[in-house]
């Protein structure tokens, strides 16, 4: 029996998210102590870099949602992948604070195209019943490259050079340009096909509108619980994730055993998304979001145990479990509550919350500036975890757009 096509695509957007949003996010554990130490630069210069990207590559996300629901999707992948390629080989060639957040910035935004948005839109597209898991392959190319980039980069940046690590890591992200346009397909009616790779299409809800309207989503107090709790989270996960390896170092561990821990940490973040993505499939993405804000918040309790290289790891591998899934989940929720068919309208819109998302890299780095740790941080990001779960109790089963579409709700 051949390969159902929409995998194929699903993997391809696991390769955009390990380059582009990987390389970003946790590209900075091999990036930051050696950029800061070439260019005189502080963890402070670099994180307000970093929040920066973020916070445009997040206000460029509702706009990649308008721009994916009406230009075709296998080109925005392309250029995502050719623009964001580039741009990480430049990040190598200047000593410029400045001119490198514009090229992060770029990698970024990117990142929408090649994997983010678009990768999301074809996965909502290709996938009904298994949508959960569709998503949690795709999604997990960030957190796969948090096992292997770091260490590819250390290693290359110890032997080389830091522009030899901007280099190789942008040219095999340019790769994947014209394999996008080889293989990405809007949907599977292109290609005759059906979701799932079954004989028939799913049958829709009964009932709920093709379009979604802003003056609607204002009033939903559903998209405001979901964006805020995600957007809080995701500000906890990107701030802690991109500087594992330097809090490791500051504590005291050997820089290779600190990035060897930061990469089995983000192995298991790798995992988790596959189970975060079975989670909503065979639950609902409801219960998996309560679920994964649960988890985040007790791994970080772990951090307030005396130091040592088995309480880290127990946090690395604890937090990197329930943050790795949420890029997983919000997508699923977002379908499930509101239609696959007004996915990307209902996106677009929850994408705005997301911006809270950026709020993470200048708190990790005003934390240790003023405290030469990340202690202030930790005590806000548990805060704004325990609101995020507050939020999720919010949202009601019974209220979901797919509820009785759903095939794990039948009893057989």
Not at 99 to 107: A, G, H, R, S
Request: aromatic share 12%.
């Amino acid at each position: 029996m051949s390969l159902f096509y929409g995998w194929k695509i699903s993997g391809l957007a696991l390769l955009g998210n390990f380059l582009l949003q990987g390389g970003a996010l946790y590209g900075m554990n091999a990036f930051m102590e050696p950029l800061c130490a070439q260019n005189g630069w502080t963890r402070m210069d670099v994180n307000m870099g970093l929040g920066v990207a973020a916070l445009i590559a997040q206000i460029a996300m509702p706009i990649s949602a308008a721009i994916a629901a009406k230009i075709s999707l296998r080109l925005l992948m392309g250029l995502g992948a050719l623009i964001g390629g580039l741009a990480t080989c430049a990040m190598g060639l200047t000593g410029n604070i400045h001119v490198f957040t514009f090229y992060l910035i770029v990698v970024w935004v990117s990142s929408q195209f090649c994997g983010g948005v678009v990768g999301n839109a074809l996965m909502s597209n290709w996938f009904s019943h298994y949508r959960g898991v569709a998503f949690g392959v795709a999604n997990s190319g960030t957190s796969l490259s948090g096992v292997i980039l770091p260490m590819i980069c250390l290693v290359l940046i110890n032997h080389y050079s830091l522009k030899t690590a901007f280099l190789a890591v942008g040219l095999t992200t340019c790769l994947l340009a014209p394999l996008s346009w080889i293989i990405v397909r809007r949907s599977p009616a292109v290609l005759h096909l059906h979701a799932d790779g079954r004989k028939h299409d799913p049958r829709q809800p009964k009932g709920i509108p093709r379009r979604a309207y802003f003056a609607e989503l204002v009033r939903r107090p559903a998209c405001w619980f979901i964006g805020c709790s995600f957007g809080l989270a995701l500000m906890c996960a990107s701030g802690i994730l991109s500087q594992l390896k330097p809090r490791y170092v500051d504590l005291g561990l050997e820089s290779y055993t600190a990035m060897l821990l930061a990469s089995v940490s983000a192995g298991c973040g790798t995992a988790a998304k596959y189970f975060w993505g079975w989670a909503c499939d065979r639950w609902t993405p409801i219960l998996a979001a309560r679920a994964i804000m649960l988890c985040c918040l007790f791994s970080m309790a772990v951090l307030f145990l005396p130091p040592s290289v088995w309480s880290l790891a127990l946090f690395g591998v604890l937090f990197t479990c329930g943050s790795g899934g949420l890029w997983v989940v919000l997508p699923a929720l977002t379908a499930y509550y509101f239609g696959a068919q007004r996915f990307l309208a209902v996106y677009k819109f929850i994408a705005v919350f997301i911006l809270l998302r950026c709020l993470g890299f200048p708190i990790m780095g005003l934390s240790h500036e003023y405290f030469n740790n990340y202690l202030a941080a930790d005590v806000a990001f548990m805060l704004a975890l325990g609101a995020a779960f507050a939020m999720t109790m919010l949202l009601r089963e019974s209220r979901a757009a797919e509820k009785r579409a759903h095939p794990r709700h039948h009893k057989k």
